[in-house]
């Protein structure tokens, strides 16, 4: 019985067993682990975000089928449900019904708890049937990644053991709660509660950092929410979109081609008065104009602070001013309104400045005013920019009326 025990044929099917039949280094498989993660990050962003739920990008079809096959072995996600409940997500954004909103739910709940808030939403037929349209529909979505997510994702389970040995487990169990943490906890929760803004979307969205391998782009979340319908989440010359690079090289090799990118304003002659094309131009890049504004505001406001006398105004409505003063009215939070009632108190220019920036954002929310209307009130706004005897207003109004659709 010993002599069975010590056969060579013996210990290396016990050694298969350990190490897995690629007898690698444990931390050789924790970069395999690294690897496989990041290809299923890749094909949520790339296949499910971006070309499925937003349609933003056309991807060739061996492509399409590869990045479903791979979910259903580390996911076991189908895309209907997904796509369904991100549109719900977009079309019902920080209200009730959305189904992952930390303005809602509160972001704990959110960050540990995101993919049962997922299931459940999966699980609703009024979402799916509204959302889901446009989905895969054929045999294999029918009967294998719809019918079976538990083959899939046990298929992935046994592929590690026998590639990895005992660690494989531990890989399986990483790649289970992969998307789970970083796409249901970490995009949906942060991404809506902490980071920042590249734009004033109507939400809450954020930016966790101008870059990150990890999350496949993701984690651009502000600039996404405010272009949704862009296959690039990069807007800024620092901001890095890992998704975009892939899409960039799929479409080299024929495999990809992105419908719409983030639009960029366009500058020409400054028009003598602000015309109904130069209205066309406002409103287009109504977002990039407004950022431009904050952009504005927020060198007045380092003038105004640069030129006090130590003590003159509190730090704290200093920091409040600097934090909120370029916002809309609505996002600021009451715990910060009364420091900035007295930031405008304590600075007149900024004042004129914050009550110009919402007379100008009104032009484009005032929906009852014909595009005639609408012209006007442009050229007066532009014209009390210019006259307000504020350098930084002309100089921006003067911009404005240069403003081309791209």
């Not at 056309?58 to 449900?81: E, I």
């Not at 389970?157 to 040995?165: A, H, K, P």
């Not at 081609?257 to 400054?270: C, F, H, M």
Request: hydrophobic letters at 45%; glycine letters at 6%; charged letters at 20%.
């Amino acid at each position: 019985m010993t002599l069975l025990f010590d056969s060579p044929l013996v210990n290396g099917a016990l050694d298969v067993l350990a190490n897995g039949v690629l007898n690698l280094a444990w931390w050789q498989v924790l970069l395999a682990g690294l690897l496989m993660t990041h290809i299923t990050i890749a094909s949520v962003t790339i296949y499910l975000h971006r070309h499925s739920a937003h349609r933003s990008l056309d991807l060739h079809p061996a492509v399409q089928h590869f990045f479903r096959f791979w979910l259903w072995m580390t996911t076991g996600m189908t895309t209907k449900a997904w796509t369904a409940i991100h549109r719900k997500h977009h079309a019902k954004c920080e209200q009730e019904e959305d189904p992952h909103s930390p303005q809602i739910y509160g972001l704990k709940k959110v960050m540990w708890e995101g993919a049962e808030l997922y299931r459940s939403e999966a699980k609703n037929p009024d979402t799916l049937n509204r959302y889901g349209h446009g989905t895969p529909d054929d045999w294999l979505e029918r009967n294998v990644y719809f019918k079976h997510s538990v083959v899939g994702i046990s298929l992935m389970m046994i592929i590690n053991v026998v590639l990895f040995g005992g660690l494989g487990m531990a890989i399986w169990a990483m790649q289970m709660a992969w998307i789970p943490f970083w796409a249901a906890g970490v995009v949906n929760g942060v991404g809506h509660f902490w980071g920042y803004r590249n734009f004033e979307a109507q939400d809450a969205s954020t930016n966790l950092i101008p870059w990150g391998i990890i999350i496949g782009g993701e984690e651009l979340h502000n600039n996404h929410h405010t272009y949704p319908t862009s296959a690039k989440f990069s807007v800024k010359p620092y901001e890095f979109d890992v998704g975009w690079a892939y899409i960039t090289v799929l479409s080299k090799l024929g495999l990809a081609k992105a419908k719409k990118t983030p639009p960029r304003l366009s500058y020409g002659e400054v028009r003598p008065v602000a015309d109904e094309k130069t209205l066309e131009a406002v409103i287009a890049h109504r977002y990039e104009v407004m950022a431009g504004y904050a952009g504005q505001i927020r060198d007045q406001l380092a003038k105004e602070v640069a030129a006090l006398k130590a003590g003159a105004v509190d730090a704290q409505i200093v920091k409040a001013a600097n934090r909120w003063l370029h916002r809309d009215t609505e996002k600021v939070p009451a715990s910060a309104a009364e420091k900035l009632t007295q930031a405008r108190a304590a600075w007149p220019v900024l004042d004129k400045m914050i009550t110009m920036r919402e007379e100008l954002r009104q032009i484009w929310l005032n929906t009852g005013r014909n595009r005639e209307q609408l012209t006007g009130d442009l050229q007066a706004w532009c014209k009390r920019a210019e006259e307000s005897g504020i350098a930084s207003l002309r100089e921006f109004s003067m911009k404005l009326r240069a403003v081309r659709v791209a």
